[in-house]
């Protein structure tokens, strides 16, 4: 039985071995391999029950849309009805007191004054509105 050593009735020198012993590295190997087969049906080992589905995400509601029109002559019709201009910042106030807070949309007239568009849009920042849009029509 040699040791890293070969005979010592050799013509050599005592030159070492390079070879690894591999016997206990197969030792080791075995026995991490008994303990994989135990434990694996271990981990697996579960009751399978059906879990209520739930959402975290609050329920989005989207807001409604006011369309605020100004005719040629400057009259206002908030929704197609006709709405005094020095009443309009009251119904505007009202609508912005709402939640979630409806989207204003401005249709202008192509021959009205900016002035009343301008008084409009004031009126809105006024009263608290955040979202404002303009409607165009395409040209075609």
């Known amino acids: 039985m040699s040791f890293g050593m070969q005979d010592a009735g050799s013509d050599s020198d005592a030159e070492v071995m390079n070879e690894i012993n ?10 991490l391999l008994i303990i994989f087969i135990i434990t694996v049906p271990v981990m697996k080992h579960a009751v399978n029950v059906e879990l209520p589905t739930a959402t975290s995400q609050p329920e989005q509601v989207k807001p409604e849309t006011l369309q605020l029109s100004v005719d040629a002559q400057g009259a206002y019709f908030l929704n197609q009805s006709l709405v005094a201009s020095d009443a309009l910042s009251g119904v505007l106030q009202a609508e912005a007191a709402k939640d979630p807070q409806p989207e204003l949309h401005i249709r202008g007239d192509k021959a009205v004054r900016y002035e009343f568009v301008a ?9 608290g509105l ?3 849009g303009f409607i165009s029509e395409p040209t075609r």
């Open 130 to 132: 955040r979202k404002i």
């Open 22 to 31: 591999m016997t206990p590295l197969v030792d080791v190997m075995l026995v």
């Open 119 to 127: 008084q409009a849009m004031a009126s809105a920042q006024q009263a």
